[in-house]
């Protein structure tokens, strides 16, 4: 596996790649989701190349940055197993360098709902760093998670708007096997935070739950959609550690909140627990079946959980 660390060298690289390339960026400390989205690609691809790079542009000035977990070792380790023939580690300067000036600026309520409204900017962050990545990889497909159902909206949108010649291949949610969606955030919580969080995966089920029963008797109303997102925070609230920002119902690719219950449509749920910000979703889609994601009882996926936790103790 080739680690690519300038733009200049991931360029001459690039010339020499054929065949179809999928691509999958991530800002590091792999876990099993992550690795659902490289597998998926090496099935899919001749080539799969990732990028490991903390985006600096996406982070708030209060937000992790400087905290956010790293290790490239164990990632590269990672990455190897899973067949991938090259990864692009950039260093803040190689993607940013003095006098740098120009950025992607998604706007309106997309980008100003949810997310967008606790992170201004970070939208921002997000569709420069990855039409930069793009612009370098020209990749065929590009691989992304359900999870960070806003940032699929807004990259899709990106695409569209701008006319950027890939395929994106969204891929469900990976989870603990309590539910909770594996995130490289989950390291920061303490035992007691990571027990509660999977009260978030049982909010959200409740939440279709409901949703389905509401759509019997309430399609079309909004007393509907007000009777899923109490249905959200009842749950929530039974939960001490817990800190809700929103437990919301919202049209899937505007991020508008909806008025009337109907697919497709996303149950959307943010909160804090101590500093630790954890978002999670379900996907009603327009089919009428529900994207939850897939829980993985894997030992392996245990260990890693523990390893990490390990490792944030050092
Ligand atoms: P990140 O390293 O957090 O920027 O994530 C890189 C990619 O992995 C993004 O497309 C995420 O949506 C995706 N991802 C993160 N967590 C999961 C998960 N639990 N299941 C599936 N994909 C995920």
Known sequence: MQ?????????????????????????????????????????????VIGSI?????????????TRYP??????????????????????????????????????????????????????R?????????????CPQRAYFGQKDAQQVAVIQRMVA??????????????????GLAMSSRNSYLEPAMRSAASTLYRALQ???TCFQQQMLTKAGSLEGVQQ????????????????????EVRDASSFLPLETLQSPTLLLIAAYMGNTRLIDNFLLRADGTWDEGVIVEDANASRSERERSQWMRK
């Open 3 to 47: 680690i690519i660390n300038s733009v200049q060298v991931l360029a001459q690289e690039r010339e020499r790649w054929t065949g179809q390339v999928g691509f999958v960026p991530t800002m590091g400390y792999l876990h099993e989701g992550h690795l659902s989205l490289f597998k998926q690609a090496r099935a899919e691809n001749e080539v």
């Open 53 to 65: 790079f903390v985006n600096p542009t996406q982070f708030g000035p209060h937000e992790d940055l």
């Open 70 to 123: 790293r290790d490239l070792e164990r990632d590269l380790r990672q990455l190897e197993a899973v067949g991938v023939d090259a990864v692009f580690v950039p260093s803040a300067a190689e993607m940013y360098p003095q006098g740098f000036t120009t950025y992607v600026v998604p706007e309106g309520p997309l980008v100003e709902q949810a997310e967008g409204a606790v992170r201004p900017g970070h939208f």
């Open 125 to 137: 962050g997000v569709a420069t760093v990855v039409l930069k990545l793009f612009l370098m990889v």
């Open 161 to 178: 708007d701008l006319n950027v010649p890939v395929q994106l291949r969204i891929l469900p949610t990976i989870r603990e096997a309590d």
């Open 206 to 208: 409740a939440g279709k």
């Open 228 to 247: 899923v997102e109490s249905a959200m925070r009842e749950m929530l609230a039974q939960e001490p550690l817990i800190r809700l920002d929103y437990a």
